[in-house]
């Protein structure tokens, strides 16, 4: 046990050593006027030269509003340009300009010469092990990582019914979701805060249900089912939502299940929602669950020209889907 804390100490020290060698104390790095962050974007940038804001905050894990100021400094220095998605009118691709890419140059310059001295201080079979233990490290540290990661939906709790604060949380998601991914602004938020509060009054009736996903006692993502909503025995699948920390890890499943059971036992005939085109994750998520797409249409009602998306299930109430 003594041999695995002294282990464990010394990579700790020797992590601590090489992260300040290689200036990630120091507010700028590789010689540029930028911080260590920056450098990052600039890197994943020229990697991945279609690369979005929302990918490039999920390969940095970094939080959505610090890649959105880092990208605002850099477009404002010229070092990177905005463009429309070809598929998605709504989401923007980056991708370095010239400016951005001599500047990129030369922090691999600079990289690679701190590369290129520590190593001429050691031996070949040296060389070749720093470069395979550093890999295995680097690799063991992002399989911890995600497996926390999903270790964390199995403490998800999923509560039926209405809970304090999840009108506002509800709202709150929406608004930052779609003001990120739609520009939606004042306009969507009102709504959906209104809408949610209509729809609380309801859910007396056997009909409707709304369910919450909890983590640490804390709301990290709804969903609910109108029985009122809609015509001809179908339900209105409303307010699907998750915290961006929490996707990925099986919960939206978990919830879209719920509303699914909920319906065969209220015996309606087909469930439908609404949504729009470009949120990619969900509508394979809906596709998987046995919804098709049956129409798609131009609208504008929440503010911002979208194209709005109708899914509809059918449902076999001998059978839960």
Known sequence: MNNKIDLTEQIRSSSRMMVRELGFMRSTLAATNYSPSAIHVLLEI????????AQLAELLILEK????????KLLCNG???ESTNIEDGRLKNLSLTAKGKN???GIHRFGQQQVIFALEKLAVKQQQAVAEGITLYANALKQHRLKQTNDTAQFIDI????????????????????FEHANFGEFFEKKIAMDVSEFINRIGEPCNQIWSAIHNNHIVGS???DGQDLACGHAHLRWFILDPKCRGMGIGRLLLDKTLSFCQTQSFKAIELWTFKGLNTAARLYQQAGFKLVQEQEGSQWGTSVIEQHYIKNLNINKIS
């Open 223 to 225: 969903i609910a089912v």
């Open 103 to 105: 500047l990129v140059n």
């Open 159 to 178: 509560y039926e019914g209405y809970r304090s604060g999840l009108i506002g949380k509800i709202t709150q998601m929406h608004a930052e979701f779609y």
């Open 65 to 72: 509003s610090t890649i959105s100021r880092l990208i605002q």
């Open 79 to 81: 070092e990177i340009i």
């Open 46 to 53: 020229e990697q991945n030269p279609t690369i979005t804001p």
